[in-house]
């Protein structure tokens, strides 16, 4: 079963901040949260990770809450290439740290950026 | 760097054929990993191998088989293709390093597989 919850489907207006939430109650203290978005069919693209503290790069802001059960994807100026699937996964931050973790990806939150 | 690639972008098969799919990395990465994606569906874990000539089963390994006899390519066989195999195949690879962002995944572009 997938670790992570996430909203089916989210809208957003172009040029406006999508927030992108995603719920991790069973979140263990070695477990980072990453998030990927896949475009039409393409392969998953690789966005933001981070542990417990707020994470920004040139693609988005990551937000975790500070239990650490939930966090927020922020795109600051959404544009109609960001309409996407986007996955939210949480996992341990290296592979020998438990080389049974099986990445789930779940369904994810198919974005739609309205024009 | 191409990254990750893959071979061939398409396929379809009758039911009871055989195939390989190949990955291939140039990014010198240990970790390699093959998902499928079914219509409305996240990706799910097949095999994965976390070095030359060691592989793992995933979540969903039943009907495939897969080998690493180098560093930067791992094979995704169908002995006997099935209906049921119909999806996109996805490969990705991975660092095992020190800093946390050499975890990440990079994604192939994708196989699209069609059983009849």
């Known amino acids: 079963d997938a670790k992570t919850t996430q909203p089916p489907s989210m809208d957003c207006a172009e040029g406006r901040a999508a927030n992108l939430p995603c719920n991790h109650s069973t979140i263990s203290g070695n477990e980072y949260v990453y998030w990927y978005r896949q475009i039409h069919s393409q392969g998953p693209q690789y966005i933001i990770h981070g542990l417990k503290n707020n994470e920004t790069n040139e693609m988005a802001s990551l937000i975790i809450t500070e239990d650490r059960k939930s966090s927020t994807l922020i795109l600051p100026h959404a544009t109609l290439r960001d309409t996407a699937v986007y996955y939210c996964?949480?996992?341990?931050?290296?592979?020998?740290?438990?080389?049974?973790?099986?990445?789930?990806f779940g369904k994810g939150t198919r974005l739609h950026i309205l024009p | 760097n191409a990254g990750v690639t893959q071979t061939p972008k398409f396929r379809v098969l009758k039911t009871g054929q055989s195939m390989t799919l190949l990955c291939a990395q140039d990014m010198n990465h240990e970790y390699m990993y093959w998902y499928r994606q079914d219509p409305g569906m996240g990706l799910r874990l097949i095999h994965y191998s976390v070095g030359e000539g060691t592989t793992a089963k995933g979540e969903v390994p039943d009907g495939y088989n897969v080998s690493r006899l180098k560093k930067q390519n791992f094979l995704l066989g169908l002995e006997s293709a099935a209906p049921s195999q119909t999806s996109v195949y996805f490969c990705a690879s991975s660092f095992d390093g020190v800093d946390t962002f050499e975890y990440v995944q990079f994604f192939g572009p994708g196989t699209r597989l069609t059983v009849l």
């Open positions: 996964i949480v996992r341990v931050a290296r592979f020998w740290m438990n080389r049974d973790d099986k990445i789930i």
